[in-house]
């Protein structure tokens, strides 16, 4: 099973299992990861799953789609390697992917 | 009063409310016993794709879980499920539970939620006939939804509507009927209803408009809907979707203020300093437009949930956002900020034909609400704006020569 670690915004590191094709937003509330709020669960509708990839994943994780990228458009803080971990789903190509969550999703 | 350091917190219901206030008590430090009441036998989990993915087969049971078992237990949160609560006795503080036990509290949460409106007519108890508000509903009928079945369905909602975009993906024949004489008739204004009845009919979907239906005619099994004019439609499945009521017998029992809902405060609290109320079943001050109503949605449930154990906590009263929803259907995501009741007001930005638009609802010259048809930024700069209280005029919010980040931005 792919394993992703959430780093969240003081810098605490939290590496969970996902299932394989499991979104990471899932496996981080099933894991209560602080820092993902994901109040729509997971259709992509309320963007507070905001995460910054790790650069050296961006390509394996690769850009965002169209709907997902307006949404990010109005999320706080937002970088180039903003994405919404609802719309990431896991694979064996992204086993050890890292990941940082904003200090507030609101 | 201060429940912070109280021993016992009883949550009666299983949905979206009670699993929010579970994790924010704990997130808030409450380190006394919780314990939750369901009637059903899942653990808690998300109601919103019972009418979209889950119908449709796309999901998992365990993917529409909050939370895994081991979570529940790891928090020390007491799982009483598949069991009703019958009794709230507020003078010796407990909830009595069927086969006459009884679960003490000091503080209780009522996340009771609402059940389907019944539709009162003749045929309403055949086999074939559905409600679809519980998993329980979608197991019994997602396998009769086969390709060619003939279904129809009774109200044009949110419910009716996604249901029929699912329905119509798995190649059913679909005919929905509906009182008014136009779909989303209560929730929404004539240019978003016209848009989702062409997108319906586009489809492939019959919609009867202006039709009630007077009889369900069969011999223990569906054959067919019968409308007040006579008309007789062949279904093998009909979908009742008429709108939710609250369920607050028990408090009311109890003696807890009600009126459609159990009336809060803005902390969740009832008229009982130990009780609270979230979700479905709670009639709450709507702060954005100064007056008291319900809610039926997953972020009012999110909200109230944190709202009830930041006030059991003493803890500083979480953000209350404008409200907001949203529903699936086909390709089209429409996201709603807002109430748009009492507007005077209607601008739509872009344009229905190229399935991606928005309607603006204004009340004095006040941004109140939106219907936004796959426009992500025109939802998500209104829930701002809303909650702001901004002014816009009609022109600015017309004007797709500006993006919905710079009319935001001027309007701060």
């Given at each position: 099973m792919p394993k992703v670690v959430f780093i969240d915004h003081e810098g605490e590191e939290r590496p969970i299992e996902v299932s394989d094709g499991e979104s990471i937003m899932e496996a981080a509330l099933k894991n209560s990861v602080p820092g993902i709020d994901a109040d729509c669960g997971g259709a992509c509708a309320c963007a507070t799953c905001h995460v910054y990839v790790d650069e050296a994943f961006m390509d394996k994780v690769g850009a965002p789609e169209e709907m997902e990228q307006s949404m990010l458009d109005f999320?706080?803080?937002?970088?180039?390697?903003?994405?919404?971990?609802?719309q990431i789903f896991a694979s064996e190509e992204l086993d050890g992917l890292k990941v940082t969550t904003p200090e507030s999703q609101h | 009063m201060d429940l912070s350091t109280s021993e016992n917190t009883v949550i009666i219901g299983g949905g979206q409310a009670a699993a929010q206030a579970c994790a924010a008590l704990r997130q808030f430090g409450y380190e006394g016993k919780i314990t939750l009441i369901g009637?059903?036998?899942?653990?808690?989990?998300?109601?919103?794709?019972?009418?979209k993915a889950y119908m449709k087969g796309e999901l998992a049971e365990e993917r529409l879980y909050f939370k895994p078992e081991a979570w529940y237990e790891n928090n020390n949160i007491d799982l009483v499920l598949s069991m009703r609560a019958q009794k709230i006795d507020r003078a010796r503080r407990v909830v009595e539970i069927e086969h006459g036990g009884e679960i003490a509290y000091d503080a209780l949460i009522m996340a009771t939620g609402s059940r389907p409106r019944v539709l009162p007519i003749e045929g309403a108890d055949l086999d074939g006939v559905f409600d679809l508000r519980n998993l329980a509903d979608v197991e019994r009928i997602r396998p009769r939804m086969m390709g060619g079945q003939r279904m129809v369905i009774v109200g044009a909602g949110y419910i009716g509507l996604e249901a029929a975009a699912v329905a119509r993906q798995l190649d059913l024949e679909v005919t929905v009927l509906e009182m008014a004489d136009r779909v989303l008739a209560r929730v929404t204004s004539p240019v978003m209803s016209e848009f989702y009845d062409r997108e319906h009919r586009a489809k492939g979907v019959e919609i009867r408009l202006n039709s009630q239906i007077s009889t369900i005619k069969g011999?223990?099994?569906?054959e067919a809907a019968v409308l007040a004019d006579g008309t007789e439609l062949p279904a093998d499945i009909v979908l009742i979707g008429i709108g939710i009521v609250p369920n607050d017998d028990l408090a009311a029992g109890a003696g807890i203020a009600c009126k459609d809902g159990i009336l809060t405060d803005r902390d969740a609290r009832t008229n009982d300093p130990r009780v609270f109320a979230a979700g479905d079943c709670a009639v709450r001050p709507l702060v954005h437009y100064g007056r008291t109503g319900r809610l039926e949605s997953v972020h009012n449930a999110i909200e109230q949930g944190k709202l009830a154990a930041a006030s059991i906590m003493g803890k500083p009263r979480p953000n209350e956002d404008c409200p907001w929803f949203w529903s699936d259907q086909y390709d089209l995501k429409l996201q709603i900020a807002g109430l748009?009741?009492?507007?005077d007001e209607i601008v739509v930005r872009g344009d229905p034909a190229e399935r991606k638009f928005a309607a603006f609802y204004l009340k004095g010259g006040r941004l109140i609400a939106v219907d936004a048809v796959n426009s992500p930024p025109e939802f998500l700069a209104s829930k701002r704006l809303i909650t702001a209280g901004a002014s816009l005029a009609a022109e600015t919010l017309r004007d797709t020569s500006k993006s919905m980040k710079e009319i935001a931005a001027a309007a701060a």
């Open positions: 999320a706080e803080n937002v970088q180039p390697n903003s994405r919404l971990s609802c | 009637e059903e036998a899942a653990l808690p989990y998300q109601r919103p794709p019972l009418s011999d223990g099994k569906v748009s009741t009492g507007h």
